[in-house]
C-alpha cells in the first residue's frame, strides 16, 4: 500500500467502494469477499488520511475525527465479517490482527485528536 502513488490509491478506493455496491446486489449480506474488500477499503481510507497529514496539509480534527470514525465503523464491520471464517483460515487471522493492531491505532489516533 505504501509504494502506490497518489493517484493509484485513489483510483483503489474507487474500486472498492464500486465493489461493495456490486456485492451489495449479486451477494448481499456477510460474506467473505464483502469481508476482504472491507479491509482494504478501511486500509486504504487510512493511508490517504496518513499521506496527508505527512505532507502536511491541514487539517480540522473535527473533520479528521469524523473520517476516522467512518474508517472505524468500515473496520468494525469487516472484522466482523472475518470472524465468521473457520479459526484456521487466514481471513480469521487476519480479523484478529486488525482488532488487536489497526482498531486499537485507530482508536488511540481519535483520542489523541481532543
Given amino acids: 500500500m505504501d509504494q502506490l502513488s497518489s493517484a493509484d490509491l485513489e483510483r483503489k478506493l474507487e474500486l472498492c467502494r464500486e465493489v461493495i ?9 456477510c460474506t467473505i469477499t464483502r469481508g476482504l474488500v472491507l479491509y482494504e477499503l478501511q486500509a486504504a481510507e487510512i493511508m490517504v488520511a496518513r499521506r496527508c497529514i505527512e505532507s ?21 464491520e469487516s ?7 473457520h479459526i ?5 487471522l487476519m480479523a484478529q490482527e486488525a482488532k488487536k493492531d ?8 481519535i483520542s489523541s485528536l481532543k
Avoid: Q
Wanted: no cysteine.
Fill in 21 to 29: 455496491k456490486v456485492l451489495d446486489v449479486v451477494t448481499p449480506g
Fill in 56 to 76: 502536511g496539509v491541514k487539517l480540522n480534527k473535527g473533520i479528521l475525527r469524523r473520517k476516522l470514525l467512518v474508517i472505524i465503523k468500515i473496520l468494525e
Fill in 79 to 85: 472484522i466482523s465479517i472475518l470472524e465468521l471464517a
Fill in 88 to 92: 484456521s483460515t487466514s481471513e480469521y
Fill in 102 to 109: 489497526t482498531l486499537v491505532a485507530l482508536n488511540k489516533w
